[in-house]
């Protein structure tokens, strides 16, 4: 299993990227409008047939990106490539259209930074280098295919081309730093460091739909701390604090690396691992042992439920079984 944090699915990422999709094709659209416009007003000079049918095409593409549904897309292994191609062709679209209205010397050369910005809203850093390639590769097959001389203006063009693919690279990175510190938090409890019940539930979904592709169980573990509340009350908070700190630390380190470790609220903690019951049982209570003893239930997917839910049900059930089954004279250790 993997249990990274990175690695589980963003749904707010998801959604960023649907708006950003959904949302440039009125840009393009309007850009499009005017450079139907232009090509009108302009229809003296050569090549306006060839002009208004690459525009046709932007528009008649853009619609397309617009109604077609893109969810298996956008949460899929092909999101970047997609992204990647939709820039790739309005880069393409952009460039027949300048080189086809005379090159360098083209009223519609600035439209060659729009791509630049699009990506920027939303692309990672490596995909929104590549657009920056590509417009970069863009530009100088426009000046090589331009039939006056290259002039100040063209090499100035080509400087601030450069410089905006650069900030936008920049910015890119930027908000990809945001985005990950961001999601990292919203699944990660504050005081253990482990994950939260959100961060838990999501880790959930992808190992059991990936087990249950390859045949597998896996083992959900619920821990409850015995007497918990005695330490909190006899020691005060912080005490309570440092031991959930303790126990989280020693399920992190002490069990496997692919385990997925929660903290779901309170004294209460959850694993995934593909370790059999009873060997996942024997190791959270050696583990814990020490300082916090714990009552623990098990539930086997998909043998005892295929949800979180239905697992937790099951895993709850025997925890409290054996939670009454405890004697009650244990007490509960001093947080070191």
């Known amino acids: 299993m993997q249990a990274s944090l990175d690695s589980l699915h963003d749904p707010h990422g998801v959604e960023i990227r649907r708006r950003t999709i959904r949302t440039g094709v009125w840009p393009t659209l309007f850009v499009c409008l005017f450079a139907g416009m232009y090509a009108a007003s302009s229809w003296d000079q050569p090549n306006r047939p060839l002009l208004v049918g690459i525009i046709v095409v932007t528009v008649v593409s853009s619609i397309a990106v617009r109604l077609v549904p893109l969810d298996w897309v956008l949460r899929g292994r092909w999101r970047e490539p997609f992204f990647l191609g939709y820039s790739a062709s309005v880069t393409g679209f952009l460039t027949a259209a300048i080189v086809a209205d005379g090159g360098g010397v083209s009223p519609l050369m600035p439209m060659m930074f729009l791509p630049l910005v699009f990506a920027a809203v939303s692309y990672p850093l490596v995909s929104m280098l590549l657009v920056g390639l590509m417009n970069l590769t863009a530009f100088n097959l426009v000046a090589l295919l331009t039939e006056a001389p ?19 690279a920049w910015l890119s990175h930027n908000h990809e730093v945001h985005r990950r510190t961001l999601a990292r938090a919203s699944r990660t409890d504050p005081l253990t460091g482990c994950l939260n019940r959100r961060g838990f539930t999501e880790a959930f979904d992808l190992e059991t739909a990936r087990a249950g592709r390859q045949g597998l169980e896996l083992t959900y573990v619920l821990v409850d701390l015995d007497r918990f509340k005695a330490v909190n009350d006899k020691h005060g908070h912080a005490a309570g604090d440092a031991l959930l700190v303790w126990v ?7 069990l496997r690396a692919n385990d997925v470790v929660a903290r779901l609220g309170g004294d209460e903690f959850a694993l995934l691992t593909d370790a059999d019951p009873m060997t996942a049982q024997e190791r959270v209570r050696a583990l814990l042992s020490p300082r916090a003893p714990a009552s623990v239930g098990t539930a086997v997917f998909p043998g005892d439920g295929k949800t979180l839910d239905e697992l937790s049900r099951v895993s709850d059930r025997e925890l409290y079984d054996r939670k009454g089954a405890r004697p009650r004279k244990l007490e509960q250790p001093l947080p070191a």
Do not use: K, N, P
């Open 150 to 168: 290259l002039s100040m203006e063209l090499f100035m063009f080509a400087v601030s081309l450069a410089t905006a693919a650069w900030i936008c």
């Open 248 to 254: 989280a630390d020693r399920l992190r380190t002490g």
